[in-house]
């Protein structure tokens, strides 16, 4: 079965440092892959994703995310934060089975300090 | 263009009651997923509707929970008899189309059973 996970609960970065959100994925072929970003008390909203094709993927927000076939990994980065970037970020999988069906990790939360 | 709407945005219902979550996707949306989503997890798929059609119903509890998405009108989340561990936000996600679609989610409904 499909599967995600992101192995970090939450993650203190300093603002202006850089950032990176790990993930790693389990299905058989390649999935489509997505981060999203959740605000307190807010719905998700896509970051980025990735279906094919260059394996770096440039988001909104100045984020990125680099898919890695060899490690099952699908890691969101950004090279300078900034305190807004404060909230909650899953990663997810989907695959066609007739209709889309989407597995989220657990999450991740980010804290930014001044 | 109005976003996915979702309400209440708040419920709260003593245990043995009824819970009726509604979601009108996107325009021109006709595909709907519900998730929930606990404390300190992530969103768990629960249903995905196609107008009029359930497809995939594999994360709904197989008992006192339904959902709905009639030709007109919005998808309903329905929960009978709620108990205490009822208690969860639950978001719902709309798209247009099944292949390589993002989702669209609503700001998500807070139930509270008391």
């Known amino acids: 079965a499909q599967s995600v996970t992101q192995p970090d609960i939450h993650i203190t970065v300093s603002e202006g440092a850089s950032l990176e959100l790990r993930c790693n994925y389990s299905y058989g072929a390649t999935p489509y892959l997505f981060w999203y970003v959740q605000s307190p008390g807010q719905g998700l909203q896509l970051l980025l994703k990735y279906f094919s094709g260059d394996t770096l993927v440039q988001g909104i927000k100045g984020f990125e995310a680099e898919f890695k076939r060899s490690q099952s990994s699908f890691n969101l980065r950004k090279p300078s934060v900034h305190w807004s970037d404060a909230a909650e970020y899953f990663c997810?999988?989907?695959?066609?089975?007739?209709?889309?069906?989407?597995?989220f990790g657990a999450g991740t939360r980010l804290f930014v300090k001044a | 263009n109005a976003g996915v709407m979702q309400n209440p945005r708040h419920l709260v219902r003593r245990r043995g009651q009824e819970a009726r979550l509604r979601c009108s996707p996107m325009k021109g949306h006709s595909h709907v997923y519900w998730y929930r989503q606990l404390p300190e997890e992530g969103l768990k798929f629960m249903v995905y509707?196609?107008?009029?059609?359930?497809?995939?119903e594999s994360g709904m509890p197989k008992e006192r929970f339904s959902a709905e998405f009639p030709k007109e009108g919005p998808s309903i989340l329905r929960i009978q008899q709620v108990v205490r561990g009822d208690s969860a936000a639950y978001f719902c996600?709309?798209?247009?189309?099944?292949?390589?679609?993002?989702?669209?989610f609503g700001s998500g409904t807070q139930l509270s059973v008391l």
């Open positions: 509707l196609q107008k009029e059609n359930i497809i995939d």
């Open positions: 996600a709309s798209s247009a189309q099944t292949t390589n679609e993002k989702l669209f």
């Open positions: 997810a999988v989907a695959r066609n089975t007739g209709g889309f069906k989407t597995i």
